[in-house]
Nanobody, 114 residues
Framework: QVQLVESGGGLVQPGGSLRLSCAAS?????MSWYRQAPGKERELVAF?????????NYADSVKGRFTISRDNAKNTVYLQMNNLKPEDTAVYYC?????????WGQGTQVTVSS
C-alpha cells in the first residue's frame, strides 16, 4: 500500500500561516486534505487532481485563505494555510486515491490560538 507521511502542523496565532506537507511513497491520483475537529465529523478541506494541469477545489470556509498544490516529481502535496482562525483548529489528514484505493495519512495537529 501507499504510505502517506504528513508534516508541518503546530501551534500558530490567529492570522498566522502554516504549510502542511504530505509525501507519498509512490504515485497517486487525486490528493486531498481533510480535517477533523473535536466532536465534529471529518470534512474535506481541499482537493487536487493528478496530472500536469491539476484542478483544485476548496471548502467554502477556507476559500481565499488556503492553497493546495502538488509536486508530482516528489509525489508530495502541500496545503498553504494563511490568515488562520481558531475555527481552523483540527487534526489535518492527507488522503490520496491510489491503485490500492483511498489511503490516509496519520494526521497532523493544527492549533490556532493566542
Amino acid at each position: 500500500q501507499v504510505q502517506l507521511v504528513e508534516s508541518g502542523g503546530g501551534l500558530v496565532q490567529p492570522g498566522g500561516s502554516l504549510r502542511l506537507s504530505c509525501a507519498a511513497s509512490e504515485f497517486t491520483f487525486s490528493m486531498s486534505w481533510y480535517r477533523q475537529a473535536p466532536g465534529k465529523e471529518r470534512e474535506l478541506v481541499a482537493f487536487i487532481t493528478s496530472g500536469g494541469s491539476s484542478s483544485t477545489n476548496y471548502a467554502d470556509s477556507v476559500k481565499g485563505r488556503f492553497t493546495i498544490s502538488r509536486d508530482n516529481a516528489k509525489n508530495t502535496v502541500y496545503l498553504q494555510m494563511n490568515n488562520l482562525k481558531p475555527e481552523d483548529t483540527a487534526v489535518y489528514y492527507c488522503s490520496a486515491i491510489t491503485t490500492w484505493g483511498r489511503q490516509w495519512g496519520q494526521g497532523t495537529q493544527v492549533t490556532v490560538s493566542s
